[in-house]
């Protein structure tokens, strides 16, 4: 139960501490998709697993898309062999990403990386900033601040953040030690995907508030579940995808 037990006490850190960056980050969110705008999400490695909380999850905002370097596979033409392990760290590959996606100047990003220093995804946070969209960062900041960026830029993610969720990891990412050395245990996709749900439940919220109908899934495994989809996606054609 240790690690069950130190997991629970960081997510209750970060509940905590991040309540003002998720109120502004919601914010962003709901003046984006009142104005017409989508939600991308982008992570890569273990980091589009919180990609997947915001974009197409059942519960979650239907105006959503998930970025990803497997885009240069689905719709660029790439072939499978070039999603290799180093791909992240490669900047070169973040237009392609960027300019692949069907994105409109209306819409709202949230970029995830615990490290925040891979180069794809400072490369690709300088691109949404330098187009305009508002940027939600989901990181690090101990890990962050304690690395040397990979972008020729020096940059971090955190520095061209609008808004910084702190998903509250260690360096290294893992809670529990070894008697011999080491750490294991990681928890960084624990705490970013808390924050990925309450950033888009708060926003849900004030879409109810504002008298507005939330555009959400439901899970397909349910009665009626796809039809309710379908009809939802329907209203945002061209500018959503749903690729494998």
Do not use: C
């Amino acid at each position: 139960m240790t690690y069950a037990t130190k997991a629970l006490e960081l997510a209750h850190r970060v509940a905590e501490s991040q309540a003002e960056p998720v109120d502004r980050a919601a914010g962003l969110i709901v003046d984006a998709l009142w104005a017409g705008g989508v939600v991308n999400a982008f992570g890569s490695g273990h980091s589009e697993a919180i990609a997947m909380e915001i974009a197409g999850r059942a519960g979650g905002l239907v105006p959503s898309n998930r970025l990803s370097p497997r885009d240069l596979v689905l719709y660029g033409g790439e072939p499978p062999g070039v999603l290799t392990s180093e791909l992240e760290r490669d900047p070169a590959i973040a237009r392609r990403i960027y300019d692949l996606a069907p994105v409109d100047p209306r819409d709202v990003f949230v970029l995830v990386s615990s490290s925040g220093v891979n180069g794809t995804v400072v490369e690709l946070a300088t691109i949404v900033k330098e187009r305009g969209h508002p940027l939600i960062a989901i990181t690090s900041v101990e890990h962050s601040t304690r690395m040397t960026s990979r972008h020729p830029s020096g940059r971090r993610l955190l520095d061209l953040a609008d808004v910084v969720l702190d998903n509250g990891s260690p360096y290294g990412d893992a809670v529990l030690e070894l008697p011999g050395g080491g750490t294991y245990g990681a928890v960084s996709t624990i705490t970013s995907a808390l924050l990925a749900q309450m950033v888009v439940t708060e926003a849900v919220e004030r879409l109810a508030a504002l008298g507005e109908t939330p555009p959400i899934y439901l899970s397909v495994n349910v009665t009626g579940g796809d039809e309710h989809n379908k009809a939802l996606e329907s209203r945002y054609a061209g500018r959503i995808r749903r690729g494998a």
